[in-house]
């Protein structure tokens, strides 16, 4: 007997396909993908950065990504969308009204994140976490494991761009809308650094 995944999985990868072109080009066209000399917020160094203010600065062209996104988890239960500041406000936002449901955010506070405004997760309820961009994913697992403290359950992880390529595990389901090629260096090993190419440091860690 055929295996069912055998014939869904090519359909299911070209749809995915679709979907990360779709994506970049809607990213180009808003001029969100930048080339450069960028430090992210993770501190690596790269050539290639997205900011996704731009794809926000246009409502139709944010609230079409994250309907999609939203529909990527619509068969499960969600209960909050959550999101880290700055890159994660409007899109948790966005997600959560495309899912019907709360959403919060979570800021810097001495360092490190913390939920403040009065947000909170109920003890027992299922949290979808997204952020714009992850390159590591340092600020997606701190929001994770600040959400398990407060007695979340974690539904997921979505994200506009991901740059680990696929290889990032956050132990929970984590879809993208875009892969980027990951060219990131440590900054003593940054090509760029060598050729003296100013350098910008468009992130918001400290957020």
């Known amino acids: 007997m055929t295996n ?42 790269s ?32 209960d909050v969308v959550a999101g880290p500041a700055l890159g994660g406000i409007i899109m948790a936002y966005e997600v959560a009204r495309g899912l019907g449901v709360r959403s919060i955010f979570a800021e810097r506070e001495n360092g490190k994140l913390t939920l403040r405004r009065g ?13 714009d961009v ?3 994913g340092g600020s997606v697992k701190e929001l994770i494991e600040l959400l398990k403290e407060n007695g979340a359950e974690i539904a997921g992880v979505g994200a506009i ?21 990951h060219r990131t260096w440590e900054a003593s090993e940054c090509p760029l650094c060598r050729e003296g190419v100013p350098i910008d440091k468009p ?4 957020v």
């Not at 950065?49 to 969600?78: D, S």
């Not at 992130?203 to 400290?206: D, F, I, L, V």
């Open 119 to 131: 947000f909170y997760v109920i003890p027992g309820s299922r949290a979808l976490v997204v952020e």
């Open 47 to 78: 050539d290639r950065y997205v900011q996704c203010a731009r794809l926000f600065e246009f409502p139709v062209a944010g609230k079409e990504i994250c309907q999609e996104m939203a529909g990527l988890y619509q068969g499960g239960r969600v």
């Open 161 to 181: 761009v991901d740059r680990t390529g696929g290889s990032v595990d956050f132990g929970v389901p984590f879809r993208s809308m875009m892969l980027m090629e």
């Open 4 to 45: 069912p995944n055998e014939m869904v999985n090519p359909i299911v990868a070209m749809w995915r396909q679709d979907r990360y072109r779709r994506t970049e080009e809607l990213l180009t066209l808003v001029r969100a993908i930048q080339t450069g000399h960028f430090q992210l917020s993770s501190g690596l160094h």
């Open 203 to 206: 992130g918001s860690r400290t």
């Open 134 to 136: 992850v390159t590591t």
